[in-house]
């Protein structure tokens, strides 16, 4: 795919845009990811129960993506990819950083205690990602179209459960789980795209919206390093060590695909110092994350058909784009505004934002000639990610350490992808139709 296939840029990656037509672009670019960045400090917080801390959680979130997408666009010595690219809070880490939190409350450990060992095993993790990121040219037999595209799937259906369990109440909805009036919100923010905005009107109109948070939320705050301390613990960290491997293939994908719809080249030694760079850029933006109290980042695919609707590409766009997300960042007050939206209204809108992730996921893997070779991956992958969601019990009696890698989908479908993708020989050329 060449970027004749899209619409002609206006701007390209290097013009420097007017300030207005600059500063509408990177609003536009924000608009798109607002709900992505600040999602998963909400399903996280909600889950482990730390609801006083959540605003501060989301308005770290904005701060640390408006520093690290100044980084990633313009780049400081070899960290950034220099590319259009906006950073977000992952998704791919919910899983993880949810068990960790489940195991420090098991133990007893305070809201703040979870945290602390939730940032530390991020900032720790983060060093997997630095380190891949130079190494990148050598591992081309693991960053493939398949394993890219199995991960990315498997993320997007993992994440379904908690849109969908919010689009029918939210977990705490109890015996309310699935009423009428619930479904209905969720299904009018689906099927009519009516955006999180005019869901919560709709919803206010039905007593459902508690506007009396928004007068007693912090108005400012500034980021603090370590405000909940740092723990560690080696048994909870595997499974996240190896979700910093699939963002940096998932973050390889992206920045092709951004590179494409950019005019950029796609091979070659500008190329690869991008990807480098930019990959580089997610481990040391992550590591930020950590330090000032936020989840891990990663380059957020959205915007790249931001880029591929407006035209520009300039990144230059990006530090705009930046300075307004660090200032949402410095008012706690904006993540108050998403607590108030009610479940069904923020289900409908990250059920679609889910799958939309498990659709990218499918686009990758449809991108190649599906040989029985694929095939059998994508089959042995799937099939063992989708079997531990659904029995989750089948890894009870495995030992502790076992358990917290095969209880994980994401972990599992991408350590299945990778081991039989360096097993199994690519000379049987044949596809599913000749086999046939």
Known sequence: MSQEEFMPLVYKLDDVPPPPKAALAAVQHVLASIVGIATPSLIIGGALGL?????????????????ATFIQCKTIGPVGSGL??????????????????????????????????????????????????????K??????PTVTGIVITVIGLSLIKAGFT???????????LGKPLYLLLGTLVVAI???????????????????????????????????YGFDFDFGLFIPLAFLYLVTAIETSGDLTANSVISGEPVEGPLYMKRIKGGVLGDGVNSALAAVFNTFPNTTFSQNNGVIQMTGVASRHVGLYM???LVLLGLFPVIGTFFLIIPKPVLGGATLVLFSTIAVAGIRILSSEDMTLRRVYIMAVSFGLALGVTLVPDATQNLPTFLKQVFAAPITLAGLSAIILSLAIPEDAKATIEAAE
Not at 139 to 144: G, M, S
Not at 166 to 176: I, V
Not at 203 to 218: E, I, P, T, Y
Request: glycine share 16%; aromatic share 12%; with cysteine.
């Open 84 to 137: 259009l690219s906006l950073q977000g809070t992952s998704f791919a880490f919910l899983g993880a950083i949810l068990a960790a939190g489940f195991a420090v409350k098991g133990r007893g450990g305070s809201e703040e205690d979870i945290l602390a060992m939730i940032f530390g095993l991020c900032l720790v993790g983060s060093l997997v990602e630095i380190i891949l990121s130079q190494f990148l040219d």
């Open 322 to 324: 930046g300075g307004f």
């Open 193 to 227: 795209m009516i955006g999180l905005i005019v869901g919560t009107i709709v919803a206010s109109f039905f007593g459902l919206v508690n506007f009396g948070m928004l007068s007693s939320a912090q108005l400012f705050a500034l980021p603090v390093p370590f405000k």
């Open 166 to 176: 919010d689009f029918a109440g939210g977990a705490m909805a109890g015996e309310d």
């Open 139 to 144: 591992l081309k037999r693991i960053i493939t």
């Open 51 to 67: 609801g006083a801390y959540i605003p501060y959680l989301i308005a770290m979130a904005f701060f640390v993506s408006g520093v």
